[in-house]
């Protein structure tokens, strides 16, 4: 849940939003069989579903080649699945007995952390969705978003599920999400169309980095602008 000072157009989108924007999709592939919930995102499974690349910061600058970030997205029958890959150098994670997976990390976007934001048909407008993020550790937050900045349900439980694993050999982190389609309140069909974006939080010589699938284009990082959401398909 990153907010802060942006600005927008006399529209309401971001500078150069529509441009960037208006090309990009996500598509969610249906999985034959479900796999289990782990960190396995070489298994074959998931290497059946196409990679997108956050290759971008929230402003539309390169990423750091540092922080190459693979995501892949995949449903099922009652659930939307998120996978993340994450190089890294440096990690900003809890430890010890601060990591417990069987309950909430408020406030875990001041970490490393992967995030999808999901807006669906159910939801009373535009501007409010689903926000989604999982750390190295495979802790975990939820939010319902009515109004970004606004109106923000901290104590919302979708009963997310996560799995992840930190390769320090590698320095490659991967999380795996499974969001249930009830926490939504309604499930797709093939061929519906939502709408979400994905981003990262990572750290390059101690400075935080915040990357984007599709750019929000604000002055300074802001991740909560539902106009530069871009179509979700599910396939």
């Not at 529509?18 to 999709?25: D, G, S």
């Not at 998931?46 to 995501?71: I, Y």
Request: hydrophobic content about 50%; some cysteine; overall charge negative.
């Amino acid at each position: 849940m990153l907010a802060a000072a942006m600005s927008r157009d006399a529209t309401g989108a971001p500078p150069d939003g529509p441009r960037i924007i208006a090309t990009m999709t996500l598509t969610a592939v249906r999985f034959a069989q479900p796999p289990p919930l782990d960190a396995c995102v070489d298994a074959p499974a998931w290497q059946a579903v196409p990679g997108v690349a956050l290759a971008a910061t929230w402003r539309g600058d390169p990423a750091p080649a540092a922080l190459g970030t693979t995501a892949r997205l995949a449903w099922s029958a009652a659930h939307l699945w998120v996978a993340f890959e994450c190089a890294y150098t440096e990690l900003d994670a809890d430890s010890g007995p601060k990591v417990d997976t069987t309950v909430e990390r408020i406030a875990l976007w001041e970490r490393d952390v992967c995030e999808a934001f999901v807006w669906c048909p159910a939801e009373p407008r535009e501007t409010s969705y689903k926000e989604f993020e999982v750390g190295p550790t495979g802790q975990w937050c939820d939010l319902a978003i009515h109004e970004p900045r606004v109106h923000v349900d901290i104590a919302w439980q979708s009963g997310m599920a996560t799995a992840a694993a930190i390769d320090e050999a590698t320095h490659i982190w991967r999380a795996v999400m499974r969001l249930p389609f009830a926490a939504f309140g309604v499930a797709p069909a093939p061929g519906d169309v939502w709408r979400a974006n994905l981003f990262r939080i990572g750290r390059v010589d101690g400075a935080r980095q915040f990357l984007a699938y599709a750019p929000t284009g604000t002055a300074a990082p802001d991740f909560h602008v539902p106009a530069a959401f871009v179509p979700l398909r599910f396939a």
